[in-house]
């Protein structure tokens, strides 16, 4: 691109298709409420008596209600995530909070009138073409019904939340407040638990291994309450489990995922079959590194070191990369520019990370980044787009209650995205060091995704089947099942500190929601997947992978990736994803090995 276009510095929100400022956002809250009110007065008590025309004329308003609100609460969320401190911002969110929670409760009716429907009615319903658009979302939520207890006892469980988050609340403030002194070369400071492991990706051995050996350390003296917090939330857990009665700890993820045990199953066990992969990665990474085995503080030690990327450069990349596969995709990330939906720049306040947020059906998503000119962050635009791009096209065709799926399928098209900017830098890009680092971030990030989850989702089953047996989870039983974990993934390919036995205390995932990290593995693999066969015939593959993206959440995820040949419950699907691994990981060895020269 030529010199003097737009600069990170220009890229920043327009946020006038949300709302013309705080004063329309604060007039507009009241509005919906009484609209929300409105509508409930109307149907409420009355969902057994409406026909299907009826109901999807309820359908249809709900569905817009739903869009006015995302609009209104987005537009908090944004002014928020520009400055957390702004007290105009936060006296909207306040706002935003109080009235949100109005119109949701004036809507609560809905769900519960649904679930209370008796089945011959629900399936007269829902086999009517009227009903179409929303019957998916509509029968899982009645999927609920066997596990919902009597209105009496759903209160006092209600009743009972805040003292039960209290024990996240107390873990979260254990992890955040942890401040371990640690000398990274201008002497002895404070450092937070994320500064620590940020050590882990620099160049320096001494650094990795000193900041990493800080960290385990200073974890050590909390590790008995952190261990109190989770052992009262997975009793409790458990207890609820038995009262609604699920008996396996994991159902209850899978339901909300919409996935059935016995593929989650043939995931991990696949996985864990693989974790050869990995091994190997590891050997020839302490070769490339000049030594003998790898520390564990080694693991995401850079192989190669990536040039800077401008911002026109990263669209150029992203827009090319989209384009060349579907036109469709391009147009939409140019669109989201155009309208000024996106904001580049790191600054002082700002949210830190990245994300994608969906609007209206009417309103292109936004997106936030900090981008800072790294390789990196070229592939966060990619994967952030291959939110909005997913976004778009099933907002198109579907009704907002029907167009967002679970986290497994979410983080498909982004993680796809990423691959199609990926395949395109490595293609054009000359400079040996990036290649080198580019394909090395690709490999141990899809590591991180589907061994490393999966690892964690093992050390939560045996965790929770120690509880069911009656046994404390005390910081000594959670280190050694940890720690064995940990081994049986890494076998002998690189030294694992004893000090890593601590290292389950911070993870946050295990805290607030049970075996969350599976949904990652499932992403990657889908995208391996999809990637190989779109590798092998781009010309069939491309049509089949828009209508996915159309269908939004309006099917389970096995009946989404059907299309594609991709039967969930078998082992061999799978292990097709673990071969296009395994070729990223030759591929990565190859471009490090040239990078030396
Ligand atoms: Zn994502």
């Known amino acids: 691109m030529a010199a003097g276009e737009l600069q990170t510095a220009d890229v920043l929100w327009d946020l006038s298709d949300l709302a013309s400022g705080d004063d329309q956002a604060r007039g507009d809250w009241p509005l919906l409420v009484e609209r929300a009110n409105e509508f409930a007065a109307r149907y409420r008590g009355r969902i057994d008596e409406l026909d299907a025309a009826a109901m999807r004329l309820l359908l249809d308003e709900a569905d817009e209600v739903g869009q006015e609100l995302s609009r209104l609460q987005v537009y908090t969320h944004l002014r928020l995530s520009m400055d957390a401190a702004d007290p105009d911002a936060n006296d909207l969110a306040t706002v935003s909070r109080d009235r949100g929670a109005d119109v949701e409760n004036a809507l609560l009716f809905l769900g519960l009138e649904w679930i209370a429907l008796d089945d011959d009615r629900a399936e007269a319903l829902l086999a009517s073409p009227e009903i179409e658009p929303f019957a998916h979302k509509?029968?899982?939520?009645?999927?609920?019904?066997?596990?919902?207890?009597?209105?009496?006892?759903?209160?006092?469980?209600?009743?009972?939340?805040?003292?039960?988050?209290?024990?996240?609340?107390?873990?979260?403030?254990?992890?955040?407040?942890?401040?371990?002194?640690?000398?990274?070369?201008?002497?002895?400071?404070?450092?937070?638990?994320?500064?620590?492991?940020?050590?882990?990706?620099?160049?320096?051995?001494?650094?990795?291994?000193?900041?990493?050996?800080?960290?385990?350390?200073?974890?050590?003296?909390?590790?008995?309450?952190?261990?109190?917090?989770?052992?009262?939330?997975?009793?409790?857990?458990?207890?609820?489990?038995?009262?609604?009665?699920?008996?396996?700890?994991?159902?209850?993820?899978?339901?909300?995922?919409?996935?059935?045990?016995?593929?989650?199953?043939?995931?991990?066990?696949?996985?864990?079959?693989?974790?050869?992969?990995?091994?190997?990665?590891?050997?020839a990474k302490a070769g490339l590194l000049d030594l003998d085995t790898l520390a564990l503080a080694d693991q995401y030690a850079p192989l190669g070191e990536a040039r800077a990327f401008s911002w026109p450069e990263a669209v150029e990349i992203v827009d090319t990369s989209f384009d060349r596969f579907s036109p469709r995709l391009g147009e939409i990330f140019r669109a989201c520019l155009a309208a000024g939906h996106v904001d580049a720049p790191p600054r002082a306040g700002k949210a830190t990370g990245a994300y994608c947020t969906p609007v209206t059906k009417t309103i292109l998503p936004y997106v936030l980044l900090n981008y800072t000119e790294r390789l990196r962050d070229v592939t966060t635009l990619?994967?952030?787009?291959?939110?909005?791009?997913?976004?778009?096209?099933?907002?198109?065709?579907?009704?907002?209650?029907?167009?967002?799926?679970?986290?497994?399928?979410?983080?498909?098209?982004?993680?796809?995205?990423?691959?199609?900017?990926?395949?395109?830098?490595?293609?054009?890009?000359?400079?040996?060091?990036?290649?080198?680092?580019?394909?090395?971030?690709?490999?141990?990030?899809?590591?991180?995704?589907?061994?490393?989850?999966?690892?964690?989702?093992?050390?939560?089953?045996?965790?929770?089947?120690?509880?069911?047996?009656?046994?404390?989870?005390?910081?000594?039983?959670?280190?050694?099942?940890?720690?064995?974990?940990?081994?049986?993934?890494?076998?002998?390919?690189?030294?694992?500190p004893d000090s890593y036995r601590v290292g389950w205390s911070y993870i946050p995932h295990f805290i607030h929601v049970r075996f969350y990290t599976y949904a990652y593995s499932f992403a990657q693999l889908v995208a391996l997947l999809l990637y190989g066969s779109y590798r092998d015939d781009p010309e069939a593959f491309v049509p089949l992978y828009l209508e996915f993206l159309g269908r939004g959440g309006s099917a389970s995820p096995a009946d989404l990736l059907a299309p594609f040949g991709l039967d969930l419950r078998s082992t061999d699907t799978w292990r097709r994803a673990f071969a296009e691994l395994d070729a990223l990981r030759q591929n990565a060895e190859d471009l490090a090995a040239a990078a030396q020269g």
């Open 138 to 283: 509509l029968r899982v939520e009645r999927e609920e019904k066997p596990y919902v207890l009597g209105e009496a006892e759903e209160q006092a469980l209600n009743a009972r939340r805040p003292a039960v988050s209290a024990w996240g609340a107390l873990h979260d403030r254990q992890v955040a407040t942890l401040e371990i002194p640690f000398d990274a070369g201008e002497g002895e400071q404070a450092h937070t638990i994320s500064s620590l492991l940020s050590y882990l990706y620099r160049p320096e051995r001494s650094l990795r291994l000193s900041a990493q050996s800080a960290l385990l350390e200073g974890l050590q003296p909390r590790a008995d309450v952190l261990a109190a917090c989770y052992d009262a939330l997975v009793g409790d857990r458990l207890g609820i489990d038995r009262l609604r009665g699920f008996t396996d700890p994991m159902q209850p993820t899978n339901m909300a995922n919409e996935l059935d045990g016995e593929a989650v199953e043939a995931m991990m066990s696949a996985t864990e079959e693989s974790y050869e992969i990995a091994r190997r990665w590891f050997r």
């Open 382 to 496: 990619a994967h952030e787009f291959g939110h909005a791009t997913h976004n778009v096209l099933a907002l198109e065709r579907q009704a907002w209650h029907s167009h967002r799926t679970g986290i497994p399928v979410a983080e498909v098209p982004s993680t796809f995205a990423q691959s199609l900017s990926d395949d395109y830098l490595l293609e054009a890009e000359t400079d040996p060091q990036t290649r080198a680092a580019l394909a090395s971030d690709r490999l141990e990030s899809a590591f991180a995704a589907i061994f490393r989850q999966t690892v964690l989702a093992r050390f939560e089953q045996r965790s929770y089947a120690l509880r069911m047996e009656g046994r404390a989870l005390t910081a000594e039983r959670l280190s050694e099942v940890w720690q064995e974990e940990q081994q049986r993934y890494y076998g002998d390919s690189l030294d694992l």
